[in-house]
Every structure is written in structure tokens, then in C-alpha cells.
């Protein structure tokens, strides 16, 4: 197969591929495929295709100054309020849901009980619902299955402890996988890459991993550029 330049572009989820960066920066915005986000994505932009140009979308709007403090950012919160602004100038977002009160105490419970293997019907009867229940408002609200969550919840949580250096095995049981190959099993299906790589980039790239404030969000505001004082957009979920 021949060679494609692209100056952004998206590429569906488990499509096999390979990069030239000719020595230049690059930018990837990993997402969930069962996420609100990249099921919008993928329906915008690869019906029919598994590589997508974005050169003629509306990302074109965002200035490359954007993008060039969004390399150097060490703050998570505007590395995540970065990408999301990103995101916006790709796809709509809907009217928000009025925010429910037992997804936020569920989300709280989850995070607070990160060393436990939790299972869905704990966070379920802890907040007095069913499992079914939940699983519907969760996705609802947060935009990502329940599941998924938690499951991004243990993998980043898990690499802040990798990276300071804590072997894969106790890592794996205190933030509550099952053992080390579930642990592994779970990095190369959502990174691609097992946690001993990671450790390895980590010596020659800048690897910045962030806390759980950063997994979902009640409250978005939404910013034209890095120059902006007062958002355009602000959305509460």
C-alpha cells in the first residue's frame, strides 16, 4: 500500500497502520470506540473509510499556535479542556442531561474504591439501583459505558505507579485487576502497547499521566483559542 499524507486525520478503531513523522511533533487524541465521542467521529467521518482526511474540516479553524501550546502543556485540567476543544471543532455536541445526582455519588464510590475489583453490581447497590439501571444513566450522563470507566480508571491510575517505578504485579492488584495479565491484557487493548513499553518510551518521551478529575466531567467550558478569557461555550453534563 502506498504512502497517504495527511496533515490530521482520523483512523478507526483497530486499524492497522504505520506512521512517518519525518521528524516532526505529533499529536494523538486516543478515545474510547464506545464513547459518545468516537461514535460521532466514526459516523461523521469513516462510514465507508478507515482513514479519514481532516484537512477540509473545521479543525482547520483551530491555530497552529493552539496546537503548539497544547505540546508543551504539563497541567492535565488544560490538556483536557485542550482536547476537548479539539474535539468540538469536529463534532456537535448535544443539549446536555440534567446531571443526576446517583451518577455523581457512583463515579465518587468508583474512585474512592480503586484498590478493590470492583463489579458494576456494587456500585449499582451502593447507590440503590439496579445494575441495569445504571448502566443506562451512566451512559447517558457520562457519554461512556460504565464499564469502560472503570476499566480507563484502573489502566491510568496503574501507569502513575509504573512509572514511579512499582513492579507490574503489585501494581495490578492495588488498583484492582484481577493479576498482572489482566493488567497487560487491558493496556494493549485500550494503549496498544504493554505497561514494560510504556516504561521503556518513557526514557526518551515526556509522559504525562493524569488523575480521575480528568475522566469525565460535569461541567465543560469550551474555548476559541489559547487566547480566549471567557469560554464560547460552556456545557454542563
Known sequence: MEWRKFSAAIIRTSHVHQLDSNNSIQLFIYLDKESDYAKKLTEKFLQNKDISDLQNSDIGKVSSNFFKKLLVISDCDKLFQGFLTIINHLINFEKPHQK???????????????????????????????????????????????????LWLKVINSLNLVLKGKQITNTAYDVGFWDASHMIRSYKELLGVAPSTIKKYEKDLKIISCGETNFYTFRTEILKDWNSVKPYKIIDV
Do not use: C, W, Y
Not at 119 to 134: G, T
Open 100 to 150: 443526576d445526582e446517583r451518577i455523581t455519588e457512583a463515579i465518587s464510590f468508583i474512585t474512592n474504591h480503586q484498590e478493590q475489583t470492583l463489579k458494576i453490581k456494587d456500585v449499582a447497590n451502593h447507590i440503590h439501583l439496579s445494575e441495569s439501571r445504571l448502566r443506562f444513566l451512566f451512559k447517558k450522563q457520562v457519554g461512556q459505558p460504565i464499564q469502560s470507566f472503570m
